[in-house]
């Protein structure tokens, strides 16, 4: 297959693809997503199959207006109002009891449906020409999310019918995800809006255990996503858990060949292996915007062990150690 290559002044020609049943990769605020008619069975199997992405691994719906919210699920809850003022349009997927026009590629037969309303100048307008629209990120399964337009085009080139060019991601990681189908709101990814953030507005969110920690075998995961294999490189990624001292002695006294490390700026003088600065260590949105790229160049740069430095688990740091954590298949070293 031919894939087009589109610029924002294209959008007609991205919603003819879709209205006909075709996949478009657009740009958003959180990474690039991967969009067909979230109301067509048959379109939205091409994404998975396009993306390699496991049957049962539900995709977000997305909306252009936070009052389109309400034809697709069965019932809008006070908190989900609460949210969806406070942090829509923006990088907040909410979860909540699906309506029956949802198909059940869709939401891979649960019987919830996750729904966002992007900020994204593209996306909305996207959407608005032809909602509302299912995209998971716009990466092969398994591998890092695309920040750029060149990790979609090394990701899906041949494989869909067009990409969107609307340069870098803001956030650079996947949007926050709350659930508010159960007894208690629950945070099932963290991103761009913050837990703290959250709990600001509707009081308590507990943070499901998959976030931080690796889900037991044979447990149910609340968000299917959680169980998979994610954001890897093919370079083994060790977080490794300490002070700024430890984390530079510890890479220097492992710098073998092919040894190299993900860093803060203020680690760049003191480290003696190849290295990609993240950002300053108090700047977790710097971290949260570069981390997939970082993971994708210690592949292009054939880097065997990436060493990354733990970040504190608030705020938006807590997303970077969701990504990162995964990315090492939860291998830390404790110092
Ligand atoms: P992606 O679109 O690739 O960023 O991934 C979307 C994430 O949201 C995945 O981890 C999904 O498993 C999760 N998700 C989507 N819909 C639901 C749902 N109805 N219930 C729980 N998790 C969901
Ligand atoms: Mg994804």
């Not at 590629?105 to 509302?132: F, N």
């Not at 007894?183 to 931080?212: N, S, Y």
């Amino acid at each position: 297959m031919e894939t087009k290559l589109l610029n924002a002044s294209q959008l007609d020609v991205a919603a003819h693809i879709i209205k006909n049943g075709g996949v478009v990769a657009m740009p958003t605020e959180t990474v690039y997503g991967l969009a067909a008619n979230a109301l067509n069975g048959a379109a939205v199997e091409k994404i998975f199959a396009a993306k390699g992405r496991p049957a049962d691994n539900p995709l977000i719906v997305h909306i252009s207006e936070p009052s389109q919210l309400d034809s697709l699920v069965s019932e809008v809850p006070q908190k989900a109002r609460m949210l969806s003022d406070a942090f829509w349009p923006g990088p907040l997927t909410i979860i909540l009891p699906r309506s029956d026009v949802i198909p059940q590629q869709v939401s891979a037969g649960l019987d919830t449906v996750a729904v966002r309303c992007p900020s994204h100048p593209i996306a909305r307008e996207l959407i608005r020409l032809s909602y509302p629209l299912a995209a998971p990120s716009a990466n092969l399964s398994g591998s890092p999310s695309p920040t750029t337009v060149q990790h979609v085009i090394d990701d899906m080139n041949g494989r869909i019918d067009a990409i969107i060019d609307g340069g870098d991601c803001a956030v650079g990681v996947e949007s926050t995800v709350i659930t508010l189908a159960g007894d208690v709101p629950r945070l099932l990814r963290p991103g761009g809006i913050t837990h703290e953030q959250l709990e600001a507005v509707i009081g308590t969110v507990e943070v499901d255990k998959a976030v931080v920690n690796p889900l037991p075998e044979g447990a149910q995961a609340a968000s299917p996503g959680m169980k998979y294999k994610h954001y890897s490189p093919k370079a083994d990624v060790i977080l490794i858990n300490g002070t700024e001292q430890q984390f530079i002695d510890y890479v220097n006294s492992h710098s073998a060949d092919g040894t190299a490390a993900l860093c803060c700026s203020e680690d760049v003088g003191a480290l003696r292996v190849p290295y990609e600065v993240l950002g300053d260590i108090d700047d977790m949105s710097e971290h949260a915007r570069k981390l997939f790229s970082a993971l994708r160049k210690a592949d292009e740069r054939g880097w065997r062990t990436v060493y990354a430095r733990c970040p504190e688990k608030s705020g938006v740091g807590l997303a970077v150690y969701n990504r990162m954590v995964r990315a090492a298949g939860f291998e830390i070293i404790e110092l």
